[in-house]
């Protein structure tokens, strides 16, 4: 086999590899290596979920009395977020979890549904209950992002089943944060968004401080 060949199929083999990475693997990696030059310290509060966290860059600030990691990445789904947890979650023995997550998994395909999102919940809580049987966990409903209005009433499905099912298990909290985001005519508020009526400004974050820090362990 000549060189050029064996080059070449090098190439081949290096491109699949990098293609054959799953979805975020980017992102993960990028937290290991932030926790290998300063690894944050035990008994933290842990936020983990889709992109309304990870774009809360300066979360510590908005809770100065509380020791914050973040962990939350891209656009990520409940599936991403269960199949990382051995990544973003466990390392860090916190003393609380907070989790935003499920509005990507119902914008990623139309035949996801509510229930779908619940289930995919119920896996994730029960993965973190093996690991840490009382840990207080709290989850934050899926917001009326005005560029998913039509999927506004699968949101409030799933924010519903998720909200009867944490009703029934200890050390747990439901955020209701989707109503705190409407207008007095039912309608998201659009002045608390960015341009792209997905993610948030400093008005929604400084909206959700208010719901959540009420729900933090000192």
Same mark, same amino acid.
């Given at each position: 086999?000549?060189?050029?060949?064996?080059?070449?199929?090098?190439?081949?083999?290096?491109?699949?590899?990098?293609?054959?990475?799953?979805?975020?693997?980017?992102?993960?990696?990028?937290?290991?290596?932030?926790?290998?030059?300063?690894?944050?310290?035990?008994?933290?509060?842990? !936020? $983990?979920?889709?992109?309304?966290?990870? #774009?809360?860059?300066? @979360?510590?600030?908005?809770?100065? +009395?509380?020791?914050?990691?973040?962990?939350?990445?891209?656009?990520?789904?409940?599936?991403?977020?269960?199949?990382?947890?051995?990544?973003?979650?466990?390392?860090?023995?916190?003393?609380?979890?907070?989790?935003?997550?499920?509005?990507?998994?119902?914008?990623?395909?139309?035949?996801?549904?509510?229930?779908?999102?619940?289930?995919?919940?119920?896996?994730?809580?029960?993965?973190?209950?093996?690991?840490?049987?009382?840990?207080?966990?709290?989850?934050?409903?899926?917001?009326?992002?005005?560029?998913?209005?039509?999927?506004?009433?699968? !949101? $409030?499905?799933?924010?519903?089943?998720? #909200?009867?099912?944490? @009703?029934?298990?200890?050390?747990? +909290?439901?955020?209701?944060?989707?109503?705190?985001?409407?207008?007095?005519?039912?309608?998201?508020?659009?002045?608390?968004?960015?341009?792209?009526?997905?993610?948030?400004?400093?008005?929604?974050?400084?909206?959700?401080?208010?719901?959540?820090?009420?729900?933090?362990?000192?």
């Amino acid at each position: 086999m000549s060189r050029h060949i064996q080059l070449f199929l090098s190439f081949l083999f290096m491109f699949a590899a990098a293609n054959s990475q799953p979805p975020f693997y980017s992102d993960i990696q990028n937290f290991k290596k932030q926790d290998s030059t300063h690894f944050p310290p035990a008994h933290a509060i842990l !936020f $983990i979920g889709s992109s309304s966290f990870t #774009k809360w860059t300066d @979360i510590q600030d908005y809770f100065p +009395r509380y020791p914050i990691i973040n962990r939350a990445f891209g656009g990520s789904t409940l599936e991403d977020v269960i199949r990382y947890s051995d990544d973003i979650i466990f390392p860090y023995h916190p003393k609380q979890i907070v989790i935003y997550c499920g509005e990507n998994d119902l914008a990623a395909s139309d035949t996801v549904t509510a229930q779908d999102v619940f289930s995919r919940f119920k896996k994730l809580f029960t993965t973190i209950r093996h690991h840490y049987p009382r840990i207080p966990v709290v989850y934050v409903s899926m917001k009326p992002s005005p560029s998913r209005k039509h999927l506004i009433s699968k !949101f $409030i499905t799933g924010n519903a089943l998720i #909200k009867n099912y944490l @009703i029934t298990k200890q050390n747990t +909290r439901f955020i209701d944060v989707f109503h705190k985001m409407l207008n007095s005519h039912g309608y998201p508020i659009s002045n608390i968004f960015v341009e792209d009526s997905l993610h948030m400004n400093s008005k929604g974050y400084v909206m959700w401080q208010k719901a959540i820090a009420p729900y933090l362990i000192k």
